[in-house]
């Protein structure tokens, strides 16, 4: 089972930029292929954006252009870039490991079931 913490979260007014991380503790990330997926209020979560071992990214439309996803396998680290927030980011936000198709490219609609605590991203003026 692989363990997953998630930070950077807080509270943001619309238009401002956050910076998410994922780590992991006790395990080496470059191999895996890491997703993120938030979940809002009385919603079901989605899938935003994962990233595969070789680099490649996928992004749910609403975020496109706006999020980026990134890894840094020094630090063994997963981070989501995201700016021109809009209050319908606001959510908790989860790091998960996801599914690969058979091309290599990561599948936001193959999540591993293990969730970590997530951390919350509210953006609000």
């Known amino acids: 089972q692989l363990r997953l913490v998630e930070s950077g979260g807080g509270l943001v007014q619309p238009g401002g930029s956050l910076k998410l991380s994922c780590a992991a503790p006790?395990?080496?990330?470059?191999?895996?292929?890491i997703g993120w997926f938030r979940q809002a209020p009385g919603k079901e979560r989605e899938g935003v954006s994962c990233?595969?071992?070789?680099?490649?990214?996928n992004y749910v439309d609403s975020v496109k252009g706006r999020f980026t996803i990134s890894r840094d396998n020094a630090k063994n680290t997963v981070y989501l870039q995201m700016t021109s927030l809009k209050p319908e980011d606001t959510a908790v936000y989860y790091c998960t490991r996801v599914g690969r198709s058979a091309l290599g490219t990561c599948m936001l609609s193959d999540p591993s079931p293990y969730w970590g605590q997530g951390t919350q991203v509210t953006v609000s003026s």
């Open positions: 990233i595969s071992s070789s680099g490649t990214t």
């Open positions: 006790r395990f080496t990330l470059d191999s895996y292929t």
